[in-house]
């Protein structure tokens, strides 16, 4: 885990996504609470729900091929990378 400092002043953690109930329900609630601009331009197509498909592909393997960072500002997640 490595703490991160934001602009607003807020310390924030990036953690390795996890395949678990906890992890997927804070990607839905994210997806939930981003424009459908944002949507668009994270998936390169109109997107009304994120499919658990999609939750799979975000979170990745944890291999060398995929992989999902969430960055954590306390229970909150506020964005997802992955490779």
């Known amino acids: 885990m490595q703490q991160i400092i934001l602009r607003d002043g807020r310390v924030a953690e990036l953690r390795?996504?996890?395949d678990d109930a906890h992890d997927r329900?804070?990607?839905r609630d994210l997806a939930?609470?981003?424009s459908?601009?944002?949507l668009y331009f994270r998936f390169m197509h109109v997107v009304k729900e994120v499919h658990e498909d999609l939750i799979t592909a975000m979170i990745g393997d944890g291999g060398p091929n995929a992989l999902g960072l969430l960055c954590?500002?306390?229970d909150e997640l506020i964005?997802?990378?992955n490779y």
């Open 25 to 27: 329900a804070l990607i």
């Open 72 to 74: 954590m500002a306390g």
């Open 32 to 34: 939930a609470r981003v």
């Open 79 to 81: 964005a997802i990378g």
């Open 16 to 18: 390795v996504a996890k």
């Open 36 to 38: 459908a601009e944002s």
